[in-house]
Nanobody, 127 residues
Framework: QVQLVESGGGLVQAGGSLRLSCAASGRTFSRNPMGWFRQAPGKEREFVAAITSGGSIFYGDFVKGRFTISRDSAKNTVYLQMNSLKFEDTAVYYC?????????????????????WGQGTQVTVSS
């Protein structure tokens, strides 16, 4: 049974930082893209960041250099370092992993390309 378990969410003041982790179990994703999405109350889930097995990285337009995605394939884990957090970053953050390859870079932010999802971790930024 494949599981993705996020951790690291919490309450932080605007301008602060958080580091999210997502540990996968049940299969290895060392050759597959992994990513982060988020969903704020009343809004659709949106793409945050993704990283391929080769280390190619993609970010949502709103990131603007504030977030950094990384992975440790040996640990089957993906991370999201979030700096300069804003009130509007408040959301549930979800980890996702693709079961296969995503062949087109423009689809890295497409939720339908990801087969496995974590339960989400709440990030709340106070203004």
């Amino acid at each position: 049974q494949v599981q993705l378990v996020e951790s690291g969410g919490g309450l932080v003041q605007a301008g602060g930082s958080l580091r999210l982790s997502c540990a996968a179990s049940g299969r290895t994703f060392s050759r597959n893209p992994m990513g982060w999405f988020r969903q704020a109350p009343g809004k659709e889930r949106e793409f945050v960041a993704a990283i391929t097995s080769g280390g190619s990285i993609f970010y949502g337009d709103f990131v603007k250099g504030r977030f950094t995605i990384s992975r440790d394939s040996a640990k089957n884990t993906v991370y999201l370092q979030m700096n300069s957090l804003k009130f509007e970053d408040t959301a549930v953050y979800y980890c996702a992993a693709a079961g296969g390859f995503i062949t087109m870079s423009r689809r890295m932010g497409d939720m339908t390309q990801y087969d496995y999802w974590g339960q989400g971790t709440q990030v709340t930024v106070s203004s």
